[in-house]
C-alpha cells in the first residue's frame, strides 16, 4: 500500500539538527522545514484562499472539534470534503479535536473508552473516541489526520503523565486501526511526556513501533519556560525515525521555529500570528510593532520597511492604524496577511539558511534584529 504522505529528507545542516526536506501529499510537495496557517472553521481567519497562496502557504490546518460542532463532519463530506469544501487545492492537516476536548470543556470526564465532556457552544453532553475523532478526520478528508491523545496542562505530575502517555499510547493503535482511508489520508501519531525525558523516550518508542506515516510532539508550548521546550525537543527528536516528518505542534513565535528547527523540527502550526494580528499587533524584522499605539498616527511608512508583502507595498502605518482604531475589518486583514507572510517568509530564509549550513549565524543575527534575548543556541 502505497503512503498517502511521505518525507523526503534532503539535508540535515553540518552544525545543528536542523534537516531540509521535501513533504508530499496527495495535494502538492511543500518544502520543509515550514510554517502552516491555522483555519480553525476552515478558514484562515481574514484571508482568502487566494491571499494564502500569494503569501505562499502550502498546508493549513483546520480543527476536527469546532468542524464536528458546526456545520458537520456529514455537511462537509456531502460537500466533496474540506478542500471542495473552502476551496482550497493544497494540503490540510486536521486536529484530532483532544485539544480542545481538554482546554474548552470545563466539565469532563476521561474513560479508557473516550472522553465525556460537554461543548462549548451550547453545553450539550459529548462523547469522543479515538474512533470518532478519527471517522470525523475521515469524512473532512483532511490529507495529514492526527491521532486523538490526550495533552495535559503544565505542571503535571509524574504519576499523572505517566498514566496519560499509556493511555495516548493506546488510543493512538486504536486510531490507526481506525482509518478507513490510510491510501489517501494519513495519521500522524503524537509524542506525549510533559518534561519528563523518561517519558518522552516510552511516549517516542510506543509510537514509532506502529509505524505511523508521521510523527508529531505535543504537550509543548502549554506554559512550560522555553528553555524546557526547547530540552525536550532536543531529547525526543532522534528517538523519532530520520526519514518521517516531525510536527511540533501548537508553535509559532519567530524565536521558537528557529530553536526548534534546529532541533530537528520540519513543520508547526500557530494561531499567533492571526491573534496577534487582530489585536493590531504586527512582526517586524525589528520586533514587535503594535500598530495601534499613537506614535504611528502620522506614519506614513510601511509596517515593516524590510518586508515585500503586499501589504508593506501599498499600505502605510498610518492607515492601518486608523483602520484598527476604527474597528474596520479590512485593517484585521491586513496585519494578518502582513503577519503570515512574515513567518512563511522566515521559513524560506530559514531553509535557505541551513542549505548553506549558516542556521547558527542566522538565528544570531536575526534575535539581535528582533530583540530576543536568548541563550546560545549550540547548546542544543
Not at 553540518?14 to 496557517?37: E, I, S
Not at 486501526?177 to 489520508?185: G, L, R, T, Y
Request: glycine letters at 8%.
Amino acid at each position: 500500500m502505497t503512503a498517502a504522505v511521505t518525507y523526503e529528507l534532503l539535508k540535515t545542516e553540518k552544525d545543528t539538527g536542523a534537516r531540509l526536506g521535501r513533504l508530499h501529499t496527495p495535494h502538492g510537495t511543500f518544502d520543509t522545514p515550514m510554517f502552516m496557517p491555522v483555519g480553525t472553521q476552515a478558514t484562515v481567519k481574514t484571508m482568502s484562499p487566494r491571499e494564502l497562496k500569494e503569501i505562499g502557504a502550502g498546508v493549513i490546518l483546520s480543527n476536527t472539534y469546532h468542524l464536528w460542532l458546526r456545520p458537520g463532519e456529514d455537511i462537509v463530506r456531502e460537500a466533496g470534503g474540506l478542500h471542495h469544501f473552502m476551496n482550497w487545492d493544497r494540503g490540510i492537516l486536521t486536529d484530532s479535536g483532544g485539544f480542545q476536548v481538554f482546554s474548552l470543556s470545563k466539565l469532563r470526564e476521561i474513560t479508557e473508552e473516550g472522553v465525556h465532556f460537554r461543548n462549548h457552544l451550547n453545553g450539550a453532553k459529548m462523547f469522543l473516541t479515538p474512533e470518532k475523532s478519527v471517522g470525523i478526520q475521515n469524512a473532512l478528508g483532511s490529507d495529514i489526520m492526527m491521532s486523538f491523545d490526550e495533552c495535559p496542562p503544565y505542571p503535571a505530575s509524574y504519576e499523572y503523565m505517566k498514566n496519560s502517555v499509556a493511555r495516548t499510547s493506546r488510543w493512538a493503535e486504536r486510531c490507526l486501526k481506525a482509518n478507513a482511508d490510510p491510501e489517501h489520508q494519513a495519521l500522524f501519531g503524537i509524542v506525549q511526556g510533559g518534561t519528563f525525558k523518561e517519558l518522552r523516550k516510552k511516549s517516542a518508542e510506543d509510537l514509532t513501533s506502529l509505524d505511523f506515516p508521521g510523527y508529531s510532539i505535543g504537550g509543548l508550548s502549554v506554559g512550560e519556560p522555553k528553555q524546557a521546550m526547547n530540552e525536550m525537543l532536543a531529547y525526543t527528536t532522534p528517538l523519532l525515525p530520520a526519514g518521517k516528518p516531525r510536527y511540533l505542534m501548537g508553535v509559532g513565535s519567530p524565536d521558537s521555529l528557529i530553536d526548534g528547527v534546529i532541533r530537528g523540527i520540519d513543520m508547526f502550526d500557530c494561531v499567533l500570528p492571526t491573534r496577534i494580528a487582530r489585536n493590531g499587533t504586527c512582526m517586524t524584522s525589528r520586533g514587535r510593532l503594535v500598530i495601534k499605539n499613537a506614535a504611528y498616527a502620522r506614519d506614513f511608512g510601511p509596517i515593516d520597511a524590510q518586508c515585500g508583502c503586499a501589504v508593506c507595498r501599498n499600505y502605510s502605518r498610518a492607515y492601518i492604524r486608523h483602520l484598527i482604531k476604527a474597528n474596520e475589518t479590512f485593517g484585521f486583514r491586513l496585519t494578518t496577511y502582513h503577519n503570515l507572510y512574515f513567518l512563511i517568509n522566515l521559513m524560506k530564509h530559514v531553509r535557505s539558511a541551513i542549505q548553506e549550513d549558516r542556521l547558527l549565524d542566522f538565528r544570531e543575527a536575526f534575535f539581535e534584529a528582533y530583540g530576543f534575548n536568548q541563550p546560545n543556541a549550540k547548546n542544543f
